[in-house]
C-alpha cells in the first residue's frame, strides 16, 4: 500500500476509534482510497478491538479460485489486532504476475508490501535488492528443517533465503493401470510400454512441448534424468547443458513425436495434455499434480496411478522439476512493515495453516510433517505416493537471468522438435553458445 494512503487509512481507523466519523462515511472515504468493500468492511470490525490503530500489510498473492487464501488472511486478522492483513488476488499466469512484480519493485513502489512470487524469481529480485532477505535468527535453521528442501533451495540466492516457499508442484507421469501392469522406471521403458500398447484409441505419451515454460520444464525432467544439467549446479554462470547426457535425452524426445506422441505434440500445453488424457486417450501422460483430482472426476478415475519421475542411460535417479509460489517481503516498505510482513508470512507457513492449504484446496505444501496427517491423507491418499518425489525435485536453473535463459531454451529446444528439425548436437552447441552470451552480457 502506497504510504500516503497508508497513512490517510489510519488516521481514518483513528477517528472510527474515537468515535469521531461514522462507519458509512469510513466506507465512502474508504472506496475512494481504493479499498474493496469486503476490506472495508474487515477493518471496521476490527476497529473496537483496540486502542492503536494496527500496521496494514497489503499482500499480492497469485491467481486462486479456493478462496483458501481469503480464509487465511480473516484467521489471522482475527487472531490478533497488531497487524491487519489486506489480501490481493493476483492476475491468473505466473508470467503476467511476474511481469507486475518485476515494474511494481523496480519502481520501489509500497503498493504491496508481500508478494507471492514465482519459484523461478528469487535470484532475479534478490540480485536488484528488491526483496528483504530471511535471517537465521527470524527463521533458526533448526525450523527450517522441517520443510521440504527443494522448494527452499529455490529460495537461495549467494548463500541467504530471499523468500519462504508457501507451496509447489512437481512433474508427475501418470499411467493407466488397466493398460500397464508395471510402471517404467526408466525413459526408455516408457518408450517401450508406449509402442507396445499404443493403438488407433490410445496414443502412447503425451507432454508439453509447446513454445513456453512446460517445454523447459520437460526437457528439464528428462536431461536430469539422464544425469545432465543445463548450467552447474554449483556455478550458476558455467553452461553445461551441450554435454552427451543432454543430446541422449533431447534425442529421446525427438524420438517420440510421431511415435509414441502426437506429431503435433508442440502445440500441447498442460490443459491440452489433461484433457486428452481425461478422455481415454492417452497411456501416459506427464503433468503437473492439479490433474490428479481432475481425473478422479472422469470415467477413469480407478484406472490410472502416479509415478515417479524417471530416469535415462546409466543414470538410476529421475528428479521433478518443482514449480511454486514463495512469499517474499518488499525491500522497499518500511522496518516496521517488514517486520510485521515476517510476522503474517510466519503464520503462513505454520503447520496448522499449511495443514489447511492441503485440505481444502488439495495444495501441496512445503511443510513435511502434513504429510503424515490423517486426516489429510484420507481425503487425498496420493500424498503418501508424493513424499519421494518431492524429496528428490530439483529446481529449473537458479540464476538471475533466468527469463532469458528460459526463452532461449523453447527456442532452441523447440528447433529440435517442430517439422523443420535442426540437428540435435547442432540445437545444443547453438544452445550453449546463446546461454552463455545471456549469462556474460
Not at 508457501?166 to 512433474?171: I, S, T
Not at 490433474?291 to 519421475?309: L, N, R, V
Request: net charge negative.
Amino acid at each position: 500500500m502506497e504510504i500516503a494512503k497508508r497513512d490517510a487509512l489510519t488516521e481514518l481507523v483513528t477517528l472510527v476509534r474515537k468515535g469521531r466519523l461514522s462507519r458509512r462515511s469510513f466506507l465512502v472515504r474508504t472506496a475512494l482510497l481504493g479499498l474493496s468493500t469486503t476490506t472495508a468492511t474487515s477493518l471496521l470490525a476490527s476497529c473496537g478491538d483496540s486502542p492503536t490503530a494496527p500496521i496494514y500489510l497489503v499482500w499480492q498473492s497469485e491467481y486462486d479460485i479456493s478462496g483458501v487464501y481469503q480464509r487465511i488472511v480473516d484467521d489471522f486478522n482475527d487472531s490478533q489486532t497488531a497487524i491487519h492483513v489486506i489480501f490481493q488476488l493476483g492476475p491468473g499466469g505466473s508470467s503476467d504476475q511476474t511481469a507486475i512484480e518485476r515494474n511494481m519493485l523496480r519502481s520501489h513502489s509500497t503498493a504491496v508490501d508481500i508478494f507471492s512470487i514465482d519459484v523461478t524469481t528469487p535470484p532475479e529480485f534478490a540480485q536488484q535488492k528488491w526483496l528483504v532477505p530471511i535471517t537465521e535468527a527470524q527463521w533458526p535453521l533448526s525450523e527450517r528443517q522441517k520443510y521440504l528442501s527443494s522448494p527452499l533451495e529455490a529460495c537461495m540466492y549467494q548463500e541467504k533465503l530471499w523468500a519462504v516457499p508457501f507451496r509447489m508442484d512437481v512433474g508427475l507421469i501418470y499411467y493407466r493401470t488397466d493398460i500397464i501392469n508395471t510402471p517404467p522406471n526408466s525413459w526408455e521403458e516408457l518408450t517401450a510400454q508406449a509402442r507396445e500398447h499404443m493403438d488407433a484409441q490410445h496414443k502412447g505419451y503425451v507432454w508439453e512441448a509447446a513454445q513456453y515454460e512446460g517445454l523447459v520444464c520437460n526437457f528439464d525432467e528428462v536431461l536430469h534424468g539422464f544425469g545432465g544439467s543445463v548450467l552447474d549446479p554449483e556455478h550458476d554462470q558455467i553452461v553445461t547443458v551441450n554435454s552427451p547426457e543432454a543430446e541422449a535425452a533431447l534425442n529421446l524426445m525427438v524420438s517420440w513425436i510421431g511415435t509414441i506422441s502426437p506429431s503435433d505434440i508442440s502445440t500441447y500445453t498442460e490443459e491440452v495434455a489433461r484433457k486428452t488424457w481425461e478422455m481415454g486417450e492417452a497411456i501416459f501422460m506427464r503433468n503437473w499434480p492439479y490433474a490428479y483430482p481432475s481425473t478422479q472426476k472422469t470415467d477413469y478415475a480407478h484406472k490410472f496411478a502416479i509415478h515417479p519421475m524417471l530416469y535415462g542411460g546409466s543414470n538410476r535417479t529421475g528428479h521433478s522439476c518443482i514449480g511454486g509460489w514463495q512469499l517474499a517481503i518488499n525491500a522497499a516498505i518500511s522496518r516496521a512493515q517488514q517486520e510485521a510482513a515476517w510476522q503474517f508470512i510466519h503464520y503462513m507457513i505454520s503447520e496448522p495453516v499449511q495443514k489447511l492449504a492441503a485440505l481444502q484446496a488439495g495444495w501441496i505444501v512445503t511443510h513435511q510433517d502434513v504429510y503424515r496427517d490423517k486426516e489429510l491423507l484420507t481425503k487425498y491418499p496420493y500424498f503418501k505416493e508424493l513424499t519421494p518425489i518431492l524429496k528428490t525435485a530439483l529446481p529449473r536453473p537458479r540464476t538471475p537471468k533466468y527469463d532469458a535463459l528460459s526463452t532461449a531454451l523453447r527456442i532452441h529446444i523447440r528447433q529440435a522438435l517442430t517439422t523443420d528439425r535442426k540437428p540435435v548436437p547442432q540445437v545444443l552447441k547453438e544452445l550453449a553458445s546463446d546461454l552463455t552470451t545471456i549469462l556474460t552480457s
